[in-house]
């Protein structure tokens, strides 16, 4: 099993360049970051002082996985999650191919609808229909990555013939976040795999998963977040097939950054 990193960067702690190559020097798996793009001011009084904060401070993700993968070569570039219902499928899906390209097929894509409605409805797009326009967002992404001469015909994405290259030598492979049942919905017609948050118990999560690829049937990637830097559950995690675990780093300055990278040696392999 591989192990990574997901991350939360805000255009202060430690540089996205020295992070990636303090990551791939310690022979780490992947960096994934997440995304918000806004925090609309009207009721952002109401969420917990950590939301409020941190939400509209997030740098982008696809800009911030291009910077580190200049000052990388083997580092796998994840997102966790990019909240896809909230961008124009055409431009993304040139900027992710782009992206994937330049880096060899280093690129993982987890999407996900957003929670937030506010920011959602920012962006145009109605908080209930948000599963929908998800789906529409990334099949159409998906449509312009595999032919050479790509449509997509919904009612949240319409277009008619075009052409859009590069092509992503990865694919990219495409996750999907959220709770099993929905995931296996996504998976099952536009997604690769999953990329649940670790329950707390890794025998909870290995039911899900065996679940998930007896619904699906195939054996579904999975790439857990938020997993413990504990030895003996991911090993756990392991041999129940998980391809990627993802340990938390949190946000802090350069040296308590590299101290906890330090402090978790004997789990990368």
Same mark, same amino acid.
Not at 106 to 120: K, N, P, T
């Given at each position: 099993?591989?192990?990574?990193?997901?991350?939360?960067?805000?255009?202060?702690?430690?540089?996205?360049?020295?992070?990636?190559?303090?990551?791939?020097?310690?022979?780490?798996?992947?960096?994934?970051?997440?995304?918000?793009?806004?925090?609309?001011?009207?009721?952002?009084?109401?969420?917990?002082?950590?939301?409020?904060?941190?939400?509209?401070?997030?740098?982008?993700?696809?800009?911030?996985?291009?910077?580190?993968?200049?000052?990388?070569?083997?580092?796998?570039?994840?997102?966790?999650?990019?909240?896809?219902?909230?961008?124009?499928?055409?431009?993304?899906?040139?900027? %992710?191919?782009?992206?994937?390209?330049?880096?060899?097929?280093?690129?993982?894509?987890?999407?996900?609808?957003?929670?937030?409605?506010?920011?959602?409805?920012?962006?145009?797009?109605?908080?209930?229909?948000?599963?929908?326009?998800?789906?529409?967002?990334?099949?159409?992404?998906?449509?312009?990555?595999?032919?050479?001469?790509?449509?997509?015909?919904?009612?949240?994405?319409?277009?008619?013939?075009?052409?859009?290259?590069?092509?992503?030598?990865?694919?990219?492979?495409?996750?999907?976040?959220?709770?099993?049942?929905?995931?296996?919905?996504?998976?099952?017609?536009?997604?690769?795999?999953?990329?649940?948050?670790?329950?707390?118990?890794?025998?909870?999560?290995?039911?899900? %998963?065996?679940?998930?690829?007896?619904?699906?049937?195939?054996?579904?990637?999975?790439?857990?977040?938020?997993?413990?830097?504990?030895?003996?559950?991911?090993?756990?995690?392991?041999?129940?097939? %998980?391809?990627?675990?993802?340990?938390?780093?949190?946000?802090?300055?350069?040296?308590?950054?590299?101290?906890?990278?330090?402090?978790?040696?004997?789990?990368?392999?």
């Amino acid at each position: 099993m591989k192990i990574g990193y997901w991350h939360t960067l805000f255009g202060d702690g430690i540089h996205p360049v020295e992070l990636g190559r303090a990551l791939e020097e310690r022979g780490v798996d992947a960096l994934f970051v997440g995304e918000h793009t806004n925090l609309p001011v009207a009721g952002a009084e109401d969420l917990p002082d950590d939301q409020r904060h941190s939400h509209p401070r997030l740098t982008d993700p696809l800009v911030t996985l291009a910077v580190v993968a200049g000052a990388t070569e083997r580092l796998t570039l994840g997102t966790s999650v990019l909240l896809a219902a909230q961008h124009e499928p055409i431009a993304t899906a040139k900027a %992710i191919a782009s992206l994937d390209a330049f880096t060899g097929g280093r690129v993982v894509i987890g999407v996900g609808a957003g929670w937030h409605d506010g920011e959602l409805a920012a962006h145009g797009v109605d908080p209930k229909q948000k599963v929908a326009v998800l789906r529409e967002h990334v099949l159409a992404m998906r449509a312009i990555w595999s032919h050479d001469e790509a449509e997509f015909h919904g009612e949240h994405v319409d277009f008619g013939p075009l052409y859009s290259w590069p092509k992503p030598p990865s694919g990219p492979q495409v996750l999907v976040g959220g709770g099993r049942k929905p995931a296996a919905r996504k998976i099952a017609e536009y997604a690769d795999g999953w990329l649940p948050i670790y329950p707390g118990d890794p025998d909870t999560l290995v039911g899900d %998963i065996a679940t998930l690829r007896e619904q699906v049937g195939r054996d579904v990637p999975v790439t857990v977040m938020n997993a413990p830097a504990d030895k003996d559950v991911l090993a756990r995690l392991a041999d129940a097939g %998980i391809e990627r675990a993802l340990l938390e780093l949190p946000r802090a300055g350069r040296d308590a950054t590299l101290r906890t990278l330090d402090g978790h040696a004997g789990l990368i392999t």
